[in-house]
């Protein structure tokens, strides 16, 4: 999934898991579960990462987090990679991926 979005605004993700039989899947608190924006593939520099269960909260069968304003202010305008990448044990999943384009503001955060 693509993101669009101005740099520097607030944006609210959400999203659900599922099991095999389509069911919501509730990560255990020992499990984790990352939300990663770099350049590109091939970048070992993170931009923004989000966490669960610290940053990725569980709420009646969504996972939610918030891009907050500071987190892209200090981006460059264009585009950026991410994916959503789950450990339970021994087990790593890539569970989505796409990219962010960050597009052009007017009110800077050091206007404010």
Same mark, same amino acid.
């Given at each position: 999934?693509?993101?669009?979005?101005?740099?520097?605004? $607030? =944006?609210?993700?959400?999203?659900?898991?599922?099991?095999?039989? /389509?069911?919501?899947? =509730?990560? +255990?608190?020992?499990?984790?579960? &990352?939300?990663?924006?770099?350049? +590109?593939?091939?970048?070992?520099?993170?931009?923004? =990462?989000?966490?669960?269960?610290?940053?990725?909260?569980?709420? +009646? /069968? &969504? &996972? #939610?987090? $918030?891009?907050?304003?500071?987190? %892209?202010? +200090?981006?460059? &305008?264009?585009?950026? =990679?991410?994916?959503?990448?789950?450990?339970?044990?021994? #087990?790593?999943?890539?569970? /989505?991926? /796409? $990219?962010?384009?960050? %597009?052009?503001?007017? %009110?800077?955060?050091?206007?404010?």
């Amino acid at each position: 999934m693509d993101f669009e979005f101005r740099r520097g605004d $607030t =944006q609210f993700i959400r999203f659900k898991l599922k099991d095999a039989s /389509g069911e919501p899947l =509730q990560l +255990d608190l020992t499990d984790r579960m &990352y939300f990663t924006v770099k350049t +590109d593939a091939n970048s070992t520099k993170v931009l923004l =990462q989000k966490k669960f269960p610290d940053d990725i909260t569980y709420d +009646d /069968g &969504y &996972y #939610v987090f $918030t891009i907050t304003s500071a987190d %892209t202010s +200090d981006l460059a &305008y264009g585009d950026y =990679q991410y994916d959503i990448e789950v450990k339970s044990g021994d #087990v790593v999943k890539t569970i /989505g991926d /796409g $990219t962010i384009t960050l %597009t052009e503001e007017i %009110t800077h955060r050091r206007d404010e």
